[in-house]
């Protein structure tokens, strides 16, 4: 459920009518419902009521600083993959002690700011990434809470881009070296263990890869408290998948009740790292049709966003809703949406029965609140797209438009050239 809805043929962001916002903002812009953001948090921590857990809402999904500040105000803390995230949620004003930090290549640098910064845990994905965590540790005496994240094998039955579980996956580290990887950090001075971690994909539409891969891991807890090593966390990580299309992914109540179920009897206090789930159906991305163009085998519809204001049509082939901001159109017609950038691979919509667009026209892109703006770029130097949040009958710019001259800042010429 969330607050984008129409009220006499016009599409209302809570309580703001979209078209207000783009003549304010101009387009493209992505405009999220911090009322949504917040439904969304609430029903995803309810889910787990009764079982000690913490939410780390994982920051690449949408790492505006607003939208982590909402989550941080209802307690939450955050799930980061880079000293850029860890700055961005600190800014926010993230407890440290409330920060995971996941990942497969962290850098020293990025690592003794972390440790400077006394966050919760490095969930570390490598058995060299071990050993360099002691190390950098040992240099600036502090000692570094640690969760191995393993790699559980299971299929989670999702893009293959975002399948992160299985084997020939980049990601954690195996079953098989897992044991052997605890014994050998529970050596080190430097060290102090204090969970494990899985992540197995994201977009998922089914509880059983989750609940399967719970299972694999609790052989290995189990294994672990026989030799003497205890845990006090168990990082179950993202991936609980939304409706973009015709999907009917598990609601969080029954996600919930189903890891609760299985992970009852371990006295383990859960972390979530969702990030989809909280974030994708709280934002829409807005945009406007440049011009329309038909062609014997096609009708294309070209607007002012483009694949580098929504990656995720082109790199994926992630079907996203497309929406009239009024609705006015003459009936449906079969098209394509793309933008002005210099590729065929640039459409938002390809193939699909949608509104027939006229100039002018203003349309929103639903479900675009994770993995929008955090994958945009600059390509084709096209300025990134404003931000706005609402709340109700109110909205801000929460990030203004980028402008020409930030995208030459930084660019200098060299002393032979100049
Ligand atoms: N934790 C870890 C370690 C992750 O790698 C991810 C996502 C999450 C949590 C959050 O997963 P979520 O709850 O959002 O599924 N760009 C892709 C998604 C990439 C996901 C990467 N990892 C997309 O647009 O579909």
């Not at 209802?74 to 700055?87: K, Q, T």
């Not at 980049?170 to 605890?182: D, S």
Request: proline share 5%; charged share 25%.
């Amino acid at each position: 459920m969330h607050y984008f809805q129409y009220r006499d043929n016009e599409l209302y962001a809570e309580d703001v009518p979209v078209r207000e916002i783009a003549a304010k903002v101009g387009t493209p812009v992505y405009v999220y419902s911090q009322t949504t953001l917040e439904r969304h948090f609430k029903a995803f921590t309810e889910a787990f009521s009764g079982a000690p857990h913490t939410i780390c809402y994982s920051v690449k999904a949408n790492s505006n600083q607003a939208v982590l500040k909402t989550f941080i105000k209802m307690g939450g803390g955050v799930d980061i993959v880079s000293g850029g995230e860890l700055s961005r949620a600190l800014k926010a004003g993230v407890d440290p002690k409330k920060v995971v930090y996941s990942g497969v290549g962290k850098r020293d640098d990025e690592i003794e700011y972390a440790l400077n910064t006394g966050i919760l845990m490095f969930n570390v994905e490598s058995e060299q990434e071990i050993d360099r965590l002691n190390e950098v540790a040992g240099r600036v005496g502090k000692k570094a809470g640690i969760a191995i994240r393993v790699n559980p094998d299971v299929d989670p039955q999702t893009h293959p881009y975002i399948t992160t579980g299985l084997k020939k996956a980049k990601f954690g580290i195996t079953m098989e070296h897992a044991v052997a990887e605890y014994k050998r950090a529970s050596e080190m001075p430097n060290l102090e263990i204090l969970g494990i971690d899985c992540h197995i994909g994201s977009q998922l539409t089914k509880v059983e890869p989750f609940v399967d891969s719970i299972k694999k891991l609790k052989e290995l807890i189990t294994e672990l408290r026989g030799m003497g090593i205890e845990l006090k966390y168990l990082d179950l990580g993202g991936g609980l998948g939304i409706q973009y299309d015709a999907e009917a992914p598990p609601l969080p109540a029954d996600y919930g009740k189903a890891i609760k179920e299985e992970t009852k009897d371990l006295g383990l206090h859960l972390i979530f790292e969702p990030g989809r789930n909280i974030a994708g159906n709280a934002g829409i991305l807005v945009a406007k049709t440049l011009f329309t163009k038909e062609r014997d085998e096609k009708h294309f519809i070209v607007i002012d966003a483009a694949m580098n204001d929504l990656a995720r049509p082109s790199l994926y082939g992630s079907f996203h809703g497309v929406q009239p901001v009024v609705k006015d159109q003459d009936g449906l017609i079969g098209a394509d949406i793309v933008g002005p950038i210099c590729e065929t691979g640039d459409f938002l919509v390809k193939d699909r029965q949608i509104p027939m667009f006229k100039q002018n026209d203003l349309m929103a892109f639903m479900s675009a609140g994770a993995y929008g703006f955090t994958m945009s770029s600059n390509y084709n130097s096209r300025p990134r797209a404003a931000e706005v949040m609402v709340n109700g009958d109110k909205f801000e710019v929460i990030r203004e438009r980028e402008s020409v001259e930030d995208l030459v800042r930084g660019e200098s010429l060299p002393s032979w050239l100049a």
